[in-house]
C-alpha cells in the first residue's frame, strides 16, 4: 500500500445503473470492503425503498454504514463523514481498501477532498429563526433570500432543499462568506487519497425503463408495507428518513392526499429526475472515470478487468 496517500476507490452513477452487482465483484478483486454512500441505506427498517443490499447478496464482502441508524435520528453529511471515515480506519488497519459505492454525490465529494465542515457557532437560534419563516412563508421566501446574498448558491440550490438553503444562509450568517464561494475553495483541495473514481452508467432510455421496473418490484416486494409500519411506528414526513424517494411518496398515498396511481406516478417521475440531477453532479466532479455499460457491451467482466487495469496504473503512478 502507498505510504504517502491511502487507496481508495470509488463507484458510483444514477440510480438504478447497477451499481450494487459490480461493486461485490470490484470488492472481491482488489480486497475491498464497502463503505455505503447513500443517505437512506443509513437507516434500520427501510430496506425495500433504498434498495438496500441483502445479507445472501454480499457474498462475504464486509459492508458499513447500513442499518446504523433508526429512523427518527436525522442524518446529514457531516454524521455521514465522521462514519465514513471511522469505518475506513477500520478498513486500514486490515490492509484492505476502502470502496465507497452509492449515488449520493455529495457525500462523496465530502471524503475525497476532506471538506471542512466545522461549525463556527454552537448558537442555533439564527438557524431556528430561518426554520420558523420556511415554515410562516414558505420556502419560497428563504431561497429568495439566499439568492440576495449567493446567486450561485440559489442557483445550485433546489428551492425546495429547505435544509440546504439554510445551512447557505446560516454559513453567511456566521462567517461572511459565501457558501458557494467555500466550496469551489474545498471542491479545489488535492485529495489526500490515491484514489480511482468510477462513475458507472447507462443508455438513458434503458436507465429510465430500469427505474420504472425497479419501483414496480419494490412494490412487488412491499413498499407499501414497509411505510405503512414505518408510519405505524410514529414516522412522519417532517423526519430526515421519510423524505427520501419512495416514503414519501407512499406516506402521501396512507395519509390520503394521493391515489395509490398517483403516488407509483410521482415516485417513478421524481426517482428518473433523480437519477437526471445525479448524472449532472458527476460530470462536474474532476478525475471521473466513466463506465458506460453500453462501450462494453454489458459484459460485467470487461468493465471490471478494465477498471481493475486503471486502478492498478493510479497506483503505480502515486506509488
Known amino acids: 500500500m502507498n505510504v504517502l496517500k491511502k487507496p481508495l476507490l470509488i463507484l458510483t452513477g444514477p440510480t438504478a445503473v447497477g451499481k450494487t452487482k459490480l461493486s461485490i465483484a470490484l470488492a472481491k478483486a482488489v480486497g475491498g470492503e464497502i463503505i455505503s454512500a ?9 430496506d425495500i425503498g433504498s434498495a438496500k443490499i441483502r445479507p445472501e447478496e454480499m457474498e ?4 458499513h454504514l ?15 463523514q465522521e462514519l465514513a471515515k471511522a469505518a475506513m480506519e477500520e478498513i486500514y488497519r486490515r490492509d484492505h481498501i476502502p470502496i465507497l459505492v452509492g449515488g449520493t454525490g455529495f457525500y462523496i465529494q465530502a471524503i475525497l477532498k476532506d471538506i471542512d465542515f466545522t461549525e463556527n457557532s454552537g448558537d442555533d437560534s439564527y438557524r431556528r429563526s430561518l426554520e420558523q419563516l420556511a415554515r410562516e412563508q414558505g420556502p419560497q421566501e428563504l431561497h429568495r433570500r439566499l439568492a440576495l446574498v449567493d446567486q450561485q448558491a440559489a442557483a445550485e440550490i433546489h428551492s ?6 439554510i445551512r447557505a444562509l446560516e454559513f453567511y450568517h456566521l462567517t461572511g462568506q459565501r457558501i458557494s464561494e467555500h466550496n469551489r475553495q474545498e471542491r479545489e483541495k488535492q ?12 443508455d438513458r432510455e434503458k436507465l429510465y425503463r430500469q427505474i420504472d421496473l425497479r419501483v414496480d418490484q419494490m412494490l412487488e416486494e412491499g413498499l407499501l408495507e414497509e411505510v405503512r409500519g414505518l408510519k405505524e411506528r410514529g414516522c412522519t414526513r417532517d423526519m430526515v428518513s ?3 424517494l419512495g416514503y414519501k411518496e407512499m406516506l402521501d398515498y396512507l395519509e390520503g392526499r394521493t391515489t395509490l396511481e398517483e403516488a407509483i406516478y410521482i415516485l417513478k417521475r421524481d426517482t428518473r429526475h433523480f437519477a437526471k440531477r445525479q448524472i449532472t453532479w458527476f460530470k462536474r466532479e474532476q478525475e471521473v472515470i466513466w463506465i458506460n455499460k453500453a462501450d462494453f457491451r454489458y459484459d460485467q467482466e470487461a468493465m471490471l478487468s478494465h477498471m481493475i487495469k486503471i ?9
Open 60 to 63: 462475504g464482502v464486509p459492508h
Open 242 to 244: 421519510m423524505q427520501g
Open 160 to 165: 425546495n432543499n429547505v435544509k440546504r438553503v
Open 66 to 80: 447500513l442499518d446504523v441508524l433508526e429512523p427518527e435520528e436525522p442524518f446529514h453529511v457531516v454524521r455521514f
Open 191 to 202: 485529495s489526500p487519497y490515491c484514489f480511482a473514481y468510477f462513475v458507472l452508467n447507462d
Open 38 to 46: 447513500d443517505s437512506m441505506q443509513v437507516y434500520r427498517h427501510m
Open 311 to 319: 486502478w492498478r496504473e493510479k497506483q503505480e503512478m502515486e506509488g
